[in-house]
Nanobody, 122 residues
Framework: QVQLVESGGGLVQAGGSLRLSCAAS????????MGWFRQAPGKEREFVAY???????NYAESVKGRFTISRDNAEKTVYLQMNSLKPEDTAVYYC????????????????WGRGTQVTVSS
């Protein structure tokens, strides 16, 4: 069992930065690949970034070069550093844990956090 709690969301101006954190409970955190997804109002949830247990990363094209995912297995935490934020990045951001290599598909994620709101003003 893994429980996930996101934090670090908030209101920021376009061009600004935020760092999201996702704290995990459970003894097997290091065995999971971790993903970040987001859901904007009126839209479906979409993949943002992924980091495997070997720290191999992958990003959605829309955030590549602006967002960085990282993990600290000792702290059982995964991070999403978001720079050069745009109004279209406004969404609820969720972290999730998966044992599947098919990391862009949300139904492959077994555990989910409740999300943290990110709002980017223009």
């Amino acid at each position: 069992q893994v429980q996930l709690v996101e934090s670090g969301g908030g209101l920021v101006q376009a061009g600004g930065s935020l760092r999201l954190s996702c704290a995990a409970s459970g003894r097997t955190f290091s065995n999971y690949g971790m993903g970040w997804f987001r859901q904007a109002p009126g839209k479906e949830r979409e993949f943002v970034a992924y980091i495997s247990w070997l720290t191999i990363t992958n990003y959605a094209e829309s955030v590549k070069g602006r967002f960085t995912i990282s993990r600290d297995n000792a702290e059982k935490t995964v991070y999403l550093q978001m720079n050069s934020l745009k109004p279209e990045d406004t969404a609820v951001y969720y972290c999730a844990a998966s044992t599947s290599a098919i990391f862009k598909v949300e139904y492959n994620y077994r555990y989910w956090g409740r999300g943290t709101q990110v709002t980017v003003s223009s």
